[in-house]
Structures are given as C-alpha cells and as structure tokens.
C-alpha cells in the first residue's frame, strides 16, 4: 500500500504540472465519427465493435481482462473459447497481426486494458483473416497523437483478503506531424486460491483407492510494461515504431493437505495422508518492437508492418511432500523457455470502380527452445513454425444496398519439433454476401474454408508432469509431433434488425462448421505413465444459433441507458475414427450467455453498470471411455463512476459479486480399471476503487 500511495503522490504532482500546461492548447473538434452500431450496419463482413466507452465499463485490469469480457467468449483455464469449442477457437489479433507465439500473445494481454482503443470481433471466413478460428477479436490499441495530455489511472482493490494495485500512466505529446506516447502500466496482482480434489480409483467395480485434498495457494503477479508509440505523418502518410518491454515475476506458494480413507470401499477410516509444500517463482520477459507505415499512392493504399517478439519464461518449482509417516520427500523442477518471433505483412489496397481489391502477404516464423530439468533428469526440446500467406479479394458494390465479397488464400505452413518435420499447403476460398433488401434490415451470408495448423505447445514434446498422482484423469501433458491441422468449411447466416434513430440493433446467426482431423487430447498409457496428448480424432460437426442485441433506451423513455445481450446456443458432434463411434465433443456447454446495462446520471454525475456471465453446464460423454461435467457458472459484475471534476473521475468496481466456484468431475474407464476426480475451485470476490484522470 505505501508503494501506490508513493506513486499517488508523484502523480497528482505530475498531473498539477500537466493540468497548467493545457490550459493554453487550442480546441481540437472531431467530426464525422461513427458509432459502433452504424460501423457494424455498413461493414462487408460481420464486425462488431466494442468501443472505448465500454472498454472502460467492463472496469477490469488488463486487455486479457477484456477478451474474457467480450460477448460470446467463454474463459476456459488459460484460454479462450467461443460457441462452445475447446481447442483455439478464438484467434487473437493485435493490430491485425496474428501472434504465433502463445508467450507473447500472452505479455500483451498482460497490458493495462487502458492500452485499448477497441476490439473488433469478426466472424465468418474471408480471405484477409482466413477460417481456422470460429471468431476472430482484433485488438485496436490507441495511437499516439500529436496533442499533449496526460492519462492516469491509480487503483487500489482487494481480491478475497488479497491486495491489488494499479498505475497506469501516459504522457502523450508532439508537433506537426510527429506524436508521441508513453504509457508506463504497472499492476501488482495477489490472487488467492482454495481448491477441493476427491481422487477415487476402482477396479472390477471395487473402489480400492479413495484419496482428498485441501490446497489454499496465494499468487503474486507484476505487470509492468513500458510501451511507447512514435508516430510521424505526412499527408495521409504515416510511419509508427512501436517497441515494447514486458517485465512480469511470479511466486506461488501453496499448501495442500492429504487425507485417505483406509476402506476405501467402504468410504471408512478417513485419516491423515500427508502434506505438499510447494513454492513456485518465475519470471516472464518479453521485448518487441513493431515497425509500421502506410503510403497513398492515388487512390491505391499501401500498408506494410514488420514486428520482432522475444519471450523468456523462467520457472523454479519446490517441493516438500510429507507422507503419511511424515517421511520428508523433496524435488526441485527448473525451465527455461525462449520464444522468438518475426513477423511481417504487406497489404495493397486498390478500387476499381464498384470494386475494392486488397491483396495481402504474410511471413510468419517462430522457434521456441524449451530446457526443463526435473529433480535431476535434464530435457531439451526445440521447435519451430513458418507460415507464408497469401491472399487477394475482392468486395464488388453495385449498389449501396449490396455487397459480394470473393476472396482466396493460400497458406504454406511448416512444423518441426526435435527433427520430426511436416508442411503443409492449402487454398482456401471464401464468399460472403452482404444484402439490404429493405431499409434497417440486414441480411448477410458467407461460405469459407479454414486452415488450422497445431500451435507449438502441440507438437513439443516437453513435458508438464503430473504432481498428485499419475492416472487417466490426472495424465502428464505433452505434445504430439505427428498431430495434422484441421481443414474446415465454414458457413454463416445473419440477419440483422437496426432501430430506428440508430438506437441499436437485433441480430440473429446460424452457423455450421464441418472439420476434417479434429482435435481433441486423450490420454493412454506410455510405459509407466499416463501422457495426456492432442490426436486428430476424426471428423466433427459444430452447428448452433447465435441472438444478440444492443439497444440505447431513450426513445423508450429510460434515459441515458443501454442495454446488450448475447445468447449462444451451440451443438457439437464427432465422428470418431479411433472409437469407431460417433459422439458427443467433449465439454460442450448447453449454452453461454451474457448481458450488461449500463446509463449515464447526468443529474447525480455519475454512471453505473452491471454485467453478468453465465455458462451453462458442459459435459463429455464418450460411451465405455470418458464422463464428465462443468458445473454451470454465473458471474456478476458491477461498477459506480462518479465525475469530481471535469478532469478527474473515480470508479468503484466488484468483480464476481455472487463468489461463483468453478466445479468439475472427470471419470475415465481404462483397461477394466475407473478413475474418478472432482475438483472444486472457491470464486473471490475483488472490489476495486480507481482514480482516472485526463488532463
């Protein structure tokens, strides 16, 4: 708490300074601005678009913060999911640039969520953004303007009995054609944790093992990132650098307490087993630098981007396990892993008359080394992706009312891991229609096909080793050298009410997708060990029913009010190849639902908001194999802004209000023997105050 009263104090006396410096800059007025209701009723393609109002009112941390907020996106562990899908379904851009690297694309959504200016999420196939992921979430970050001002933010808040702060600084500034940014965010993030396991194994239909577990853990995360903006103008010419330092530690300490029960068929004798100490500390660097620019040429446009990412993750691990004779056992892990990206693009756009050609090239290369050293036994695992792109397409409008967009891509794209190597050319077609046969309604309609190529942390051998126990359900983790990417056919149906006076719109989608080599993990037993891996099980089928709506309440005589809901009701089915059944995906939720309001009190200079989240349940049901369930989650969400001065505003926030768990069950039946694991996870409740100030 001294550390942000420090920076509290350093702040406001920077912000007095700034304040008197504004005084003398001249008005700027803008014009001509569209808002997301109007983007999304005249894009080609579906768009809709989440402004830096709303960005602002989900009153959360950092950008990964906000794309576990956005409608129809599912947080599952330490992913994104979208109509139900479990593997990569969400693909994430930053500024139209896809991130191979997990471990950069994960720095950046360690960013403080003010860094945003919008997002975008896209659906449907197309040329430009292909079809591997069901949704695409383009993260727009702000540019640097040639104004100058200051931006703050200083949070203080509690997570359960935890402490969290906040500061998020940005001097903006410039003359001419040249602006400048600086933003400086650092968070301090104490999250703790209280899980219950109940670990059950049978054999012939006779439960011989019946084991719990108590774990209570408190995790410290840093975000700190330094990322400044250049940005020189010329015209409607520009040139941007964009470089980047992500300095993020972590230490984890958790205490879990075992017990067994002695007649375990019975469920008698429940007693002491031992105890597990574990510390954890680690580190997670990462260092970018972005080149980009844009020249006119006529009416042509040429835009072209470079980026070089590297990420360092370091990991140390303790353990102390005490057995039930307190017999004192001790291991020591320690990994190093290091991801380095090049990543470019060049795009050309071009019209012609009613049409609009862009044509698009893409070069991106990633290797990753991975060293891991488990209490003695040294590994070393190195792996690598190229993916050269190449697209064109076309929107042809011979009307305003009408718009066909054809499009072709190609990808060439390479895996190898530790000298097992694959490649893998595709073309990929695409057509999507945009049609209003009458005035606020839209109908639109696309047809693609999609290439996803696994993800290095899918191929790499490198382990994560299980710590409880070695079973089906609790199965170490690696990759799969010999997994094939998915190929898909995608196809969408939309239509699209708009109010009148722009006050909002009413939205329905269907959307079927065929997939060839779908991929799900299983585990089988490797030796002596259970090893949980990716496999391509066969063909897959996922269809389903998305509503939505966003409607401004003024013309219905609620003042200053919005309200938006999102509702996604998916259906999944595999054709398994290995099984020779055809089944169910596994954890596919019923539904996923969400919905916020929020309205402006002039009067009271004030606005307040509340969000909610619920998922319902999933559940894997493979016939002799696999059972399982998510409990149903709902979170609730809230926050109060009040205006102090024109300059300054504080907001008061709660996070997960009805202190949702998160409950799981997993049963596997293998070689005659059943394995059963429950695992409760407790939800906190966080409550966070915030001085914002723009001067």
Not at 533 to 548: F, I, T
Not at 557 to 573: F, N, R
Request: proline share 3%; hydrophobic share 35%.
């Amino acid at each position: 708490m001294k550390r942000l009263f420090s920076l509290l104090i350093l702040s406001s006396g920077a912000a007095l300074v700034c304040a008197e410096e504004i005084q003398t800059l001249d008005e700027i007025k803008v014009t001509g601005k569209r808002d997301d209701v109007s983007e999304r009723r005249e894009s080609s393609t579906q768009k809709v678009v989440v402004d830096r109002r709303e960005i602002e009112n989900m009153s959360v941390m950092t950008v990964a913060d906000v794309i576990g907020k956005l409608p129809g996106v599912e947080i599952k562990g330490d992913a994104q999911r979208a109509r139900g899908m479990t593997r990569d379904s969400v693909s994430v851009l930053i500024d139209g640039e896809r991130q191979s690297s997990q471990a950069v694309l994960g720095a950046m959504g360690r960013l403080p969520s003010g860094d945003l200016e919008r997002v975008e999420i896209l659906r449907g196939s197309s040329a430009e953004y292909g079809g591997s992921s069901s949704v695409t979430v383009n993260l727009v970050m702000k540019k640097a303007i040639p104004k100058r001002s200051t931006e703050m933010r200083v949070g203080v808040g509690m997570r359960g009995n935890e402490l969290n702060e906040q500061l998020a600084w940005t001097e903006n500034g410039g003359e001419g054609g040249f602006a400048w940014s600086f933003p400086v965010g650092l968070i301090w993030n104490n999250s703790p944790m209280s899980t219950q396991l109940d670990r059950q194994n049978s054999a012939a239909g006779v439960r011989n093992l019946w084991q719990q577990e108590s774990g209570s853990a408190l995790t410290k995360l840093g975000h700190h990132a330094i990322s400044p903006r250049l940005s020189w103008k010329n015209g409607s010419d520009s040139f941007t650098v964009l470089p980047m330092f992500f300095y993020g530690p972590m230490t984890r300490n958790t205490t879990s307490n075992l017990s067994a029960f002695t007649n375990p068929a019975a469920g008698t004798g429940q007693g002491y087993n031992g105890e597990r100490l574990t510390r954890e500390s680690g580190l997670s660097r990462t260092l970018r630098l972005r080149v980009e620019g844009e020249k006119h040429l006529g009416d042509a446009k040429l835009t072209a981007r470079t980026s070089l990412n590297n990420n360092r993750r370091t990991s140390d691990t303790w353990r102390d396990v005490y057995s039930a004779t307190n017999v004192l056992t001790q291991f020591s892990d320690n990994l190093v892993s290091v991801d380095n990206e090049w990543n470019s693009a060049l795009r050309w756009d071009q019209p012609f008359g009613v049409n609009m050609m862009s044509v698009g090239a893409e070069l991106v290369r990633l290797q990753r080394d991975d060293q891991q050293n488990f209490s003695g036994a040294e590994a070393r695992f190195i792996a690598s992706s190229r993916d050269g792109i190449l697209w064109v397409q076309n929107d042809w409008s011979p009307q305003a009312s009408f718009t066909l967009t054809t499009g072709l891509r190609t990808e060439n794209s390479a895996l190898n891991s530790n000298g097992v190597s694959q490649q893998h050319t595709s073309w990929l077609p695409s057509l999507a229609a945009r049609w209003e046969p009458l005035d606020k309604w839209v109908l639109r309609s696309s047809l693609g096909a999609g290439l996803k190529m696994p993800k290095l942390d899918e191929i790499s051998n490198a382990a994560v080793p299980s710590i409880g126990a070695n079973t089906p359900v609790e199965a170490d983790k690696r990759g799969n050298p010999n997994l094939r990417p998915e190929r898909s056919v995608n196809f969408e149906a939309v239509l699209e009410h708009y109010l009148a006076d722009n006050a909002g719109v009413i939205g329905a989608n269907l959307y079927v997708r065929s997939t060839q080599d779908f991929t799900e993990r299983h585990a089988l037993l490797e030796g002596t060990r259970w090893v949980d891996r990716p496999y391509n099980a066969g063909s897959a089928q996922h269809w389903g029913v998305e509503l939505d709506g966003k409607i401004r309440t003024d013309s219905l005589g609620w003042k200053g009010a919005s309200v938006k809901a999102h509702l996604t009701l998916p259906h999944a089915q595999v054709n398994d190849t290995q099984l020779g059944v055809t089944r169910m995906a596994r954890d596919t939720p019923n539904f996923v639902f969400s919905m916020g309001l929020d309205q402006s009190l002039p009067k009271l200079k004030s606005t307040y908001g509340v969000t909610l989240q619920h998922s319902g349940r999933s559940a894997t049901a493979i016939p002799g194999e696999q059972w399982g369930y998510t409990r149903a989650r709902t979170q609730l969400d809230a926050f109060w802004l009040y205006q102090i001065t024109p300059q300054y505003k504080v907001r008061m926030a709660g996070q997960n209000l009805l202190a949702a768990d998160t409950v799981r069950q997993n049963n596997v039946t293998a070689a005659g023997n059943a394995y059963q694991l429950s695992n409760s996870e407790r939800g906190y409740r966080g409550v966070m105050l915030t001085l914002e100030g723009r001067l």
